[in-house]
């Protein structure tokens, strides 16, 4: 009896979907960390070499319209929509029809790139040869011709990418985004040693984004030939499969790309009321608008939210990959039970990992600028502003990252249009809050408005899902919210104890000892708590396969 008591325990355990599953995200999160840290180490640089004024934020504001298409396509809706008819396809028809299937989304998704990235060249200029334009304008608009064929070759890499994960093949998508980062590091200590105006260094940056879109694109096709699933020249029989993921991923399409969207709104509105450096307001009073932000707001919002999705790309996108299929197989199955309980156990990981973080993020948000950014031509009203950004951005990690996990339930059970609806709500809410706070608080406005709409989103998303799949494990969930509010309080007091310790940083070695010093503090306390309060949510991660 025993023994068959084991044999079903055993196969309750793998029928949740839990085997391989912690193990699969340990792996995602390795390549996502690594991507991060260059990250890290490209935005040191590009401070450094431009500061915190108006190139800088014209280079960030231009990059991050076609880096758009990456985070909205390769993290979000092409996967999501993708993956599941192209392993249906696979699983009924074989290798050929998914090949087929492929081919086809890769030469529709080239040709509607291609138009889109060759009207706004056009119309860029148009703009250019026809207006007076401000050099700061100007800038910005050359730039974004530059880098906007970014767009088309990540948007092929996001579609190799996704059938590689169709193929449980996480290692390689993992590492696209560490390929960008490199050749990134590698363009700025080019440019950095050449005798060029700071705007010629940006407009070759610009080059060395789109040669790195390239090395991207070659980096996962190469991979799909080596397992036998590259392009077919026979691809006509892929259309039934085309219109069904296109139809999917539009709701899917609005309900990702909003938190995106908020953010490159955000940093437009930033740049419009920025004052230049050169003291120019041309641009706003043509519109009638008094410029009242400082330069480097744009930038300063960039860097806080770099710093935000850090913990969301490394943990909350990783495991809301390898998630998503265990929920969609207990939707389709008509498993509720068991959706709720993978679910559950998955709310439990996001408090005990996004309530610590974004306590951690406010705590260490001026030393972690002091020792990444303050340097260069980054000056100290620089860093203020930045930290403060990192802080208010901090505040809303465990947010962002539930609504990732909530948002891939959603998709699982087959309802694409309420997380789009809630989503377009929260941008709306996001929006009035900008609009409003930065008459009050100026350019933080802008990060508190979206950390605000994020936190009421969150909340509003998890308790419509609960309605729609039944009740999830509360008692578990509210016993993990306490013990992680706990401990995260007890890691606060530990961090900030620590940090009032410590002299005033002089020099680079005390500023990384005064953003080392409360980290390892606050992560030693912050585990040791766990332990001792039955918190078992971060052993289960770090151990479990």
């Given at each position: 009896m025993a023994e068959a008591s084991e044999t079903d325990s055993n196969e309750a355990t793998r029928s949740t979907g839990t085997v391989g599953v912690m193990a699969s995200l340990r792996l995602v999160s390795l390549g996502t960390l690594l991507s991060r840290v260059l990250g890290l180490l490209r935005d040191m640089g590009m401070t450094a070499l431009f500061g915190g004024g108006t190139i800088l934020d014209a280079f960030i504001v231009a990059f991050r319209i076609p880096n758009l298409a990456r985070q909205v396509l390769g993290e979000g809706a092409l996967s999501t929509a993708f993956l599941p008819v192209?392993?249906?396809?696979?699983?009924?028809?074989?290798?050929?029809?998914?090949?087929?299937?492929?081919t086809l989304v890769t030469i529709v998704l080239t040709a509607a790139m291609t138009a889109i990235v060759i009207v706004a060249e056009l119309g860029i200029?148009?703009?250019c040869g026809t207006w007076q334009?401000?050099?700061?304008?100007?800038?910005?608009?050359?730039?974004?011709a530059l880098m906007l064929p970014y767009a088309l070759l990540i948007c092929l890499a996001a579609v190799f990418c996704a059938a590689l994960n169709a193929l449980r093949q996480f290692v390689r998508p993992a590492f696209v985004p560490v390929v960008l980062n490199a050749i990134w590091l590698a363009g700025m200590g080019i440019v950095s040693h050449a005798a060029l105006t700071h705007s010629a260094?940006?407009?070759?940056?610009?080059?060395?984004?789109?040669?790195?879109?390239?090395?991207?694109?070659?980096?996962?096709y190469f991979a799909l030939r080596k397992s036998g699933m590259g392009l077919v020249r026979q691809w006509s029989g892929g259309w039934g499969d085309v219109r069904e993921i296109i139809h999917s991923m539009l709701p899917v399409l609005i309900g990702m790309s909003i938190l995106q969207a908020s953010a490159v709104f955000d940093s437009f509105v930033a740049w419009g009321l920025s004052r230049p450096d050169d003291g120019s307001t041309a641009w706003c009073q043509a519109i009638g608008i008094t410029p009242i932000l400082e330069a480097g707001t744009a930038s300063a919002i960039y860097i806080g939210q770099r710093m935000f999705q850090f913990p969301l790309g490394v943990f909350g996108i990783a495991l809301g990959t390898v998630l998503y299929p265990v929920l969609t197989q207990h939707a389709q199955r008509g498993q509720l039970d068991l959706l709720r309980i993978d679910l559950s156990r998955g709310l439990r990981i996001v408090i005990a990992v996004g309530v610590p973080a974004s306590a951690g993020l406010c705590i260490i948000a001026w030393p972690l600028t002091l020792a990444m950014f303050r340097h260069g031509n980054f000056t100290t009203e620089d860093a203020l502003l930045t930290s403060r950004m990192i802080g208010i951005y901090g505040a809303g990690v465990w947010s962002y990252i539930g609504v990732a996990i909530l948002n891939r339930a959603w998709y699982a059970t087959?309802?694409?249009?309420?997380?789009?609806?809630?989503?377009?709500?929260?941008?709306?809410?996001?929006?009035?809050?900008?609009?409003?706070?930065?008459?009050?608080v100026g350019g933080i406005g802008l990060a508190l408005g979206s950390v605000i709409s994020s936190g009421v989103l969150c909340l509003v998303t998890l308790w419509r899902l609960d309605l729609h799949v039944g009740p999830m494990d509360w008692p578990a969930i509210?016993?993990?919210?306490?013990?992680?509010?706990?401990?995260?309080?007890?890691?606060?007091?530990?961090?900030?104890?620590?940090?009032?310790l410590l002299p005033p940083p002089t020099g680079m070695l005390s500023k990384l000892m005064l953003l080392l010093a409360p980290c390892v503090t606050g992560a030693v306390v912050y585990l040791v708590v766990s332990k001792l309060t039955g918190m078992s949510e971060l052993e289960e991660l770090l151990t479990k396969r």
């Open positions: 192209f392993i249906r396809s696979r699983e009924l028809h074989g290798d050929l029809a998914a090949r087929q299937t492929l200029m148009l703009v334009l401000e050099e700061s304008t100007r800038l910005l608009l050359v730039l974004l260094q940006a407009y070759w940056l610009a080059v060395f984004v789109t040669a790195a879109g390239v090395a991207q694109l070659v980096l996962p087959g309802d694409r249009l309420t997380p789009m609806r809630l989503g377009l709500v929260a941008l709306l809410l996001n929006q009035v809050l900008n609009l409003t706070l930065i008459w009050w509210g016993k993990t919210l306490v013990k992680g509010l706990f401990a995260t309080a007890v890691m606060t007091v530990a961090s900030l104890a620590v940090m009032s």
